[in-house]
């Protein structure tokens, strides 16, 4: 089955660490996207990709930062984690605008 | 700025009972809806968009332009109902979607 699938799946790290979450995808999707779900807060957009070249951030990008290696890969990396970046971190891919979204089980990330 | 507001962090009804899941948009153009459901122990994945104007596991939604609504509506709740629902919105055209702060809902037997 084509899937979306997110590493690591929880991590725990310290402040000032630089950290990455990775997603790959089998779906043949050209756009890809790094959610964040915090409690009470819903899911807000860090930063989407509608191909290799081109990269937009989203409502909260600050402190991250993002690669997309290849149609299939697209990372996000925190340079310096801090506390208020602990939260769940979802990628999603999707094939039209603002369209169905395929999502991927999600990174659970700490930061003490 | 779009917003999605769901204003029932949590729901919960009585299997066989009706339920229904509030949401409201603030976009007044052309959006496009959806309802997104996260079951326990899966990821998130679609239920319903606006557009497709389809009943999925027995689940509706109307678009109240009106109102700037898209309430979730089920006649008879099952237990496997339960989950975490998210409502959002996208601007058509637009490359986002913007969704609500999600609602539990529980399903007591």
């Known amino acids: 089955d084509a899937d979306v699938t997110q590493t690591p799946r929880n991590r725990i790290t310290k402040t000032g660490k630089r950290i990455m979450l990775e997603c790959s995808q089998t779906?043949?999707?050209?756009?890809m996207y790094w959610y964040r779900q915090d409690p009470g807060l819903g899911l807000r957009l860090i930063y989407y990709?509608?191909?290799?070249?081109?990269?937009n951030k989203g409502e909260i990008s600050d402190g991250y930062s993002v690669s997309r290696q290849a149609q299939a890969k697209f990372s996000l990396s925190l340079e310096s984690a801090i506390p208020n970046q602990t939260a769940l971190y979802f990628c999603?891919?999707?094939?039209?605008?603002?369209?169905?979204?395929?999502f991927g089980e999600g990174s659970r990330l700490t930061v003490l | 700025a779009q917003r999605v507001t769901q204003p029932e962090k949590l729901l919960s009804v009585f299997k066989g009972a009706p339920v229904e899941l509030k949401c409201n948009y603030s976009?007044?153009?052309?959006?496009?809806l959806f309802w997104y459901v996260q079951y326990s122990r899966q990821r998130l994945q679609l239920l319903l968009r606006?557009?497709s104007r389809e009943s999925i596991k027995g689940f509706t939604a109307d678009l109240n332009k009106g109102e700037t609504s898209f309430h979730l509506k089920k006649p008879f709740a099952q237990e496997e109902d339960s989950a975490m629902y998210y409502c959002?919105?996208?601007?058509?055209?637009?490359?986002?979607?913007?969704f609500g702060t999600g609602t539990r809902l529980t399903v007591i037997p």
């Open positions: 999603a891919t999707s094939v039209g605008i603002a369209g169905e979204l395929f």
């Open positions: 779906k043949g999707h050209d756009r």
């Open positions: 990709s509608f191909d290799v070249k081109d990269i």
């Open positions: 976009y007044s153009g052309s959006p496009e």
């Open positions: 606006h557009i």
């Open positions: 959002a919105s996208g601007q058509t055209g637009a490359n986002n979607l913007f």
